[in-house]
């Protein structure tokens, strides 16, 4: 019966100490270098879209869309956030601002509107609107002055963020940011 213990114990203890493998002659394999993957692009920030009709059908009219938030502080002294949409469409361009919240109802200028606009090298461009977007609010950046084509080509030309000011005659001022990027593959589109 001792036999039969002590061969088990005895192999495994000859299997615990067994000397160390030999060295490989073979060549340690080089660590490999991680496989570079193609960065994706960003999505474009001005989306293109199609107008619809009163019952919801979609039309073949094209529109680019941007969304953004900045602030406002007007002559009575409130301040804020306030959101804006910018369209553009073959025709005109348009800036919708909602003070607070954008379920507020859209701002109403009236009389003229300065919008400067300075992109990340420098440059500037002025416009001016007497005119809202349409009949609920917005400005309107029109052709009929040739403010409409300064500004694509301003847009077109730039890179990157360009800051904007806008300043009505009851001294409101709103400052928000807009993206130059993506901006002429989505005129091309409409």
Known sequence: MIKKILIPILLLAVSCHSPEPSASTAKPKAP???????????????VVKNYTKAGGESTERKYARFDTEGTFSAQDGSNGKVYVTFMLNKENAGILLYK???????????????????????????????????????????????????????????????????????????????????????????
């Open 100 to 190: 607070s919240s954008k379920s507020n109802p859209l701002e109403k200028s009236t009389g003229t509107v300065i919008i400067k606009m300075k992109n990340t090298k420098g440059e500037e461009i002025e416009l001016t609107s007497s005119r809202g977007w349409n009949k609920t609010g917005g400005i309107l950046i029109e052709q009929n002055n040739n403010d409409y084509s300064r500004f694509r080509i301003f847009m077109l030309q730039s890179e990157g963020t360009v800051n904007v000011e806008i300043r009505d005659e009851s001294a409101a001022v709103y400052n928000f940011n807009i993206i130059a990027t993506g901006f002429g593959d989505s005129l091309g589109q409409i």
């Open 32 to 46: 490999s270098k991680p496989k570079s993957v193609a960065p994706k692009p960003a999505a474009n920030p001005w």
